[in-house]
């Protein structure tokens, strides 16, 4: 007998939400770490975990499935509980399906900027969307749609950093290290990530120390964003001016979840660089990828120039966050970045210089 079948009323409906979600998990293989070409950088290998072929196509999948397991488990979620969540899109989606797995309605709030993909996917999951007309609205919406409801406000941006068991149990950090073991250079000089609620850089960066690795982080951020400010100054716990258009990793404000600690190097990547390595990485490696993944392959390749430069070998590794099918009506429409003056040539000549002479993206693009 299950022990869900021995358990009855509230209990018993958690009970077998979690078996629901553990049953969801045990159907899905893990995520493809790819090798990426660099013959003109002998002795470095550069790797990418392909997050986009989740059952709800992000690397957030992994976030919600925590997120739910940390509130059906803390007695915050039960039966007929609305879950609301403040999102850029990608987490929202994901929430969606989880809460569509269990019987839950969902509500996401969310800017209005979101990619129309997003909207779609969050609705065929038997979600629906509150827009605000900034990213910075997001959260006291979330909180007060949430209490007038009579539901949970997830809140991905304060439990992003504890839902997830940083010392192993699936996590992501567990299966990078997992599957480098038997890579030529299997523990990592670098692994490149970046940060939107910070869960993924805090389970990483836990997860190196409780094991005892030499392996470094280096936060790949918009440069928009607070978090590479807030690296540098821990005073700085906010970003003035536009947000960046890369949806999903980011913020104008320090989130509760993001800890600077585990940071060891901070790259602020334009968002032109971000799209253009995007379009360069989905031509080389036969995937298509996200804005954000873009932002990951810039900083990796300033990087693994760097090394290559002092003389160092190794591997360095980073994510496929979520497929650029998901921004088909933003990032990847010509008409959309030129309204946004995102010209992209130059960036692009600058990335394919990295891969063609090892050449620093940077110093490409100055030349």
Known sequence: MRASEGVGGERGWVARAVEAIEADFNRSADTHLLRVPLPALPGISLYVKDESTHPTGSLKHRLARSLFLYGLCSGWIGPGTTIVEASSGSTAVSEAYFAQLIGLPFVAVIPRGTSAEKVAQIARYGGSCRFVE???AVYAEAERLAAEL???YMDQFTFAERATDWRGNNNIAE??????????????????????????SATIGRFIRYRQFPTRICLADPEASVFHRH??????RRA??????IEGI????????????LIDRAEAVPD????????????RIGRSCGGSTGTNLWAAARIIAGMARAGETGSVVTLLCDSGERYRSTHLDPAWRAARGLSLESHRAAIEAFFARGVAPDAALAA
């Open 134 to 136: 900034t990213p910075a």
């Open 150 to 152: 009579g539901g949970h």
């Open 175 to 200: 299966a990078v290290f997992a599957q480098m073991a038997r890579e030529p250079q299997p523990v990592p000089a670098w692994i490149v990530v970046g940060a939107g609620t910070g869960g993924t």
């Open 231 to 236: 690296v540098a100054d821990r005073a700085v």
């Open 240 to 245: 003035e001016g536009p947000p960046s258009v």
């Open 250 to 261: 980011g913020r104008g404000r320090c989130e509760p979840s993001f800890l600077p600690d």
């Open 272 to 283: 032109a660089a971000s799209l253009a390595a995007a379009q360069v990485l989905s031509e």
